[in-house]
């Protein structure tokens, strides 16, 4: 069983909101991601992150901004929230060399919808 | 990363065996093939990679042709509960940094439907 957490798992918020979603690992990971994904659509990448300040972007823009000061948390906050940030955030983490590298642990996702 | 082919959906009786195809005829020698699945709408979970050998795990097993140009992801007897949506990815393998080469690329998947 993976031990990557994301909380809220659910979250209603109105336009102009700031929001941070968290996501926190224990197995030590180097690598960090986020993925956004839209109802019964691909999963895309929109930020990663190698260690601990490292931050880069994904192959799908995003508003979003995202921070690692710990190794074991990589929040992702919106500072103003809108309807076309609806979606559902996947964070995931994964080693950096192998063998731990080709496995990719994911969490259980924030479903956020935006009034 | 070499793009993958899978067909959108398929179907399967409860129990018997699920063959899900993916063509990547542009792998190159340094790129693994990775399988994941995402059951309704919940985190993707790795099942299983190979370079050239075929692989068998507790999950499945992939079957990989010999110019590595497709692969076949087996469950051997499906249940309901492998309802889900099953991704073939083609990434480099044993190195998860520098760049973007580590990081995965999920296509649109085939939707397998488990049916009693």
């Known amino acids: 069983e993976a031990d990557i957490y994301q909380t809220p798992r659910y979250l209603v918020i109105g336009t102009g909101k700031k929001i941070t979603l968290e996501c926190s690992q224990t197995m030590g990971h180097d690598k960090m991601y986020w993925y956004q994904q839209d109802p019964g659509m691909e999963l895309h990448l929109i930020h990663y992150?190698?260690?601990?300040?490292?931050?880069e972007k994904g192959d799908l823009s995003s508003e979003s901004t995202v921070s690692r000061i710990r190794t074991e948390h990589f929040p992702l906050t919106l500072e103003s929230a809108r309807p076309s940030h609806t979606s559902q955030y996947l964070c995931a983490s994964s080693g950096l060399f192998f063998p731990g590298s080709y496995e990719q642990y994911f969490g259980p996702g924030t479903r956020l919808t935006v009034t | 990363d070499a793009k993958t082919t899978q067909p959108p959906s398929m179907d399967c009786a409860e129990g018997r065996a699920a063959n899900l195809p993916c063509n990547h005829s542009t792998i190159s020698g340094n790129e693994y093939v990775y399988w994941y699945r995402q059951i309704h709408s919940q985190g993707p979970q790795y099942i299983i990679h190979?370079?050239?050998n075929n692989e068998t795990n507790e999950m499945a097993s992939l079957i990989i042709t010999e110019d590595r140009k497709s692969s076949t992801l087996i469950l051997p007897h499906a249940t309901l509960r492998d309802t889900a949506v099953y991704y073939c990815?083609?990434?480099?393998?044993?190195?998860?940094?520098?760049?973007?080469?580590?990081?995965?690329?999920f296509g649109k998947g085939t939707k397998l439907s488990v049916k009693p």
């Open positions: 990815i083609v990434r480099v393998g044993g190195r998860n940094y520098g760049g973007s080469q580590g990081n995965l690329i």
């Open positions: 992150s190698y260690g601990v300040n490292s931050t």
């Open positions: 190979g370079l050239k």
